[in-house]
C-alpha cells in the first residue's frame, strides 16, 4: 500500500513568531498520539509542510526531529543568477527542505507561470534533490465546457516531460486541486475526486508502465478540512491531501492527520 501524505500550503499567512507557535503545539499534539508518531516512524503517513519563505528557518528547527517534513511553496528554475526576487531551488535544499509545491493554480493564474516554466522547476527541484508536490487541476469555466481531462492531461504530460519513469517513481508526488474548489468552500465529491486522481494515475500507467503508476503518490486538494477527509482519503487513488486554511491552526490540521490515520 502506498503511504499517506498529508500536506499543509500555508499560503502567505504565519509570521515566524506564528510558525514557532504552530510547532510548539502541533509537536504536543503528535507526540501524545502513540499512533500517529508509529505511523511517522514506519512510514505509512508522511506529514509536510509549506511554510512562506522566510518562515521556512524556524520551521525546520522547530519541526521535531524530521518527523514534519518542510518545504517552500515555489522555487524558481535556474539554480542563481541574477533574478530579483527569487529563490532556487539550491537555496531551499540549503535551508533544510525535502519538498517543493510546483505549479500551484495561484502560481499559475496569478503568477503566468506556464507549463514549459514548470516542467523546468520541477526538474531544477529534482536535480537538488527535492521533492516536487506539482499541482494540477481546471477552472470551474474548463470543468463546465467538460475539458478536466484534456486539462489535467496538458499540466501532468508537460509538467513531467523529459524525467525518466524511476524518477517519476520514487521522486514526484501529484496534487489534483480543481481550481474552483480551492478557498471557496467547495470541495470536489469524492466520486470527483476519485475520477480525476485515477485518470492522472491512467495517465501514468499509460506513459511509463503500472509499475511506475501504481507507486507515485496522489493528492486532492481544495477545501479539504477534518470532516470531509475520511472520505475523500477513502477513494482508492487518492493518496493524501493538500490542505490550505485548515493546516494554519495546529488543531485543525491534527485533526485532518487523524481522520487520515483513520482510514490506513
Ligand atoms: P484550501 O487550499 O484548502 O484553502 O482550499 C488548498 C490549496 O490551495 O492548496
Excluded at 28 to 43: E, G, Y
Excluded at 84 to 99: K, Q
Excluded at 173 to 179: G, H, L
Aim: with cysteine; hydrophobic share 40%; net charge negative.
Amino acid at each position: 500500500m502506498r503511504r499517506r501524505f498529508i500536506a499543509g500550503n500555508w499560503k502567505m499567512f504565519n509570521v515566524q513568531g506564528e510558525t514557532r507557535d504552530f510547532f510548539n503545539k502541533f509537536n504536543v499534539l503528535l507526540n501524545d498520539n502513540a499512533d500517529v508518531m508509529k505511523a511517522i516512524i514506519d512510514k505509512s503517513i508522511e506529514i509536510a509542510l509549506f511554510p512562506p519563505m522566510l518562515s521556512i528557518a524556524p520551521a525546520v528547527e522547530s519541526s521535531g526531529n524530521a518527523a514534519i517534513s518542510i518545504g517552500a511553496q515555489n522555487c524558481h528554475f535556474e539554480k542563481s543568477g541574477a533574478f530579483t526576487g527569487e529563490v532556487s531551488a539550491p537555496m531551499l535544499a540549503d535551508a533544510g527542505c525535502t519538498h517543493v509545491i510546483i505549479g500551484h493554480s495561484e502560481r499559475r493564474h496569478i503568477f503566468g507561470e506556464h507549463d514549459a516554466m514548470l516542467n523546468k522547476k520541477t526538474i531544477s527541484a529534482l536535480e537538488e534533490g527535492l521533492i516536487p508536490v506539482f499541482c494540477v487541476g481546471e477552472l470551474l469555466e474548463e470543468r463546465e465546457e467538460g475539458k478536466t481531462f484534456e486539462v489535467v492531461e496538458r499540466q501532468t504530460v508537460r509538467g513531467l516531460e523529459s524525467i525518466d519513469a524511476a524518477t517519476v517513481a520514487e521522486k514526484i508526488i501529484i496534487a489534483y486541486e480543481p481550481v474552483w474548489a480551492i478557498g471557496t468552500g467547495k470541495t470536489a465529491s469524492k466520486e470527483d475526486a476519485q475520477e480525476v486522481c485515477a485518470f492522472i494515475r491512467k495517465l501514468l500507467t499509460d506513459k511509463y508502465g503500472s509499475g511506475v503508476a501504481d507507486r507515485v503518490l496522489i493528492l486532492y486538494g481544495g477545501s479539504v478540512k477534518p470532516d470531509n477527509t475520511k472520505a475523500i482519503m477513502s477513494q482508492p487513488d487518492v493518496d493524501g491531501v493538500l490542505v490550505g486554511g485548515a493546516s494554519l491552526k495546529p488543531d485543525s490540521f491534527y485533526a485532518i492527520v487523524k481522520e487520515a490515520l483513520s482510514e490506513i
